[in-house]
Nanobody, 126 residues
């Protein structure tokens, strides 16, 4: 069983930065395709960013491209999301997710991720 725990959310102002972390249990973390998703009130969960096994490739939603960076530290079993130039529309609960298997292509579909964290709230205020 893969367990994921997010941290790093909070209340910030427009233009600020935050770094989210996701600690993942298990000794095969480096092999997992990983992703970040978010869900705003009244909206469906949406893709933010994904990274393949061994950090080979990344993919971003158009809305965050150039502002957010996904990365992983396999020695620490941790996934990160660096968020810069935050906007009000970035306000949401952010979730990390694991595919639980090797991934050679970044995956943006929610249905491809069987393992999820509990989420961390990010609120961007003007």
């Amino acid at each position: 069983q893969v367990q994921l725990v997010e941290s790093g959310g909070g209340l910030v102002q427009v233009g600020d930065s935050l770094r989210l972390s996701c600690a993942v249990s298990g000794d095969t973390f480096s092999e997992y395709g990983m992703g970040w998703f978010r869900q705003a009130p009244g909206k469906e969960r949406e893709f933010v960013a994904a990274i393949t096994s061994f950090s080979a490739y990344t993919e971003y939603a158009n809305s965050v491209k150039g502002r957010f960076t996904i990365s992983r530290d396999n020695a620490k079993n941790t996934l990160y999301l660096q968020m810069n130039s935050l906007k009000c529309e970035d306000t949401a609960v952010y979730y990390c997710a694991a595919q639980g298997q090797k991934s050679y292509t970044p995956v943006s579909e929610v249905s491809h991720y069987p393992y999820w964290g509990q989420g961390t709230q990010v609120t961007v205020s003007s």
